[in-house]
């Protein structure tokens, strides 16, 4: 992998790896927020409370994708990932999940931290989507 001008980055909210002159970091374009507002910036860091990276702070340069984890053996099914994170998180939180963002991002940072986090999850411990329901539904 190497670094790519930000200009060819995803737009479609895809968690990437963001460069600058000072630092980098995991994040993603989020033009707008919910209210509307949009900040003239458009990167958002996974890393500073999901919010979006002052201008002052930084501007991202370049970005490259995320490596796959450790021992990965297969690119996740992201829309069976996706409709059991969904089973789960209305399961357990008996909560609406709302993905109307511009970049089809759940409403709900903690929803859209929920899902980073079952994607970390499925990604290390290698189950499929069939599997993780079945030993949610097992007794």
Known sequence: MNWQPIETA????????????????????LPAYTSGFAPKNPWSSMLLNHD??????????????????????????P???????????????????????????YNSPGAECAWSAWQARATSAH???AETLAAKESP
């Open 10 to 29: 995803p737009k479609d909210g895809s968690l990437i790896l963001l460069g600058a002159p000072n630092g980098v970091w995991v994040g993603k374009h």
């Open 52 to 77: 979006h990276m002052a201008e002052r702070y930084t501007r991202p340069t370049h970005w490259m994708p995320l490596p796959a984890a450790p021992g990965a053996e297969a690119p996740l099914d």
């Open 79 to 105: 829309a069976g990932e996706r409709e059991a994170f969904e089973a789960w998180f209305s399961a357990a939180h008996h909560d609406r999940l709302d993905r109307n963002m511009p970049d089809k991002s």
């Open 127 to 129: 189950q499929t989507p």
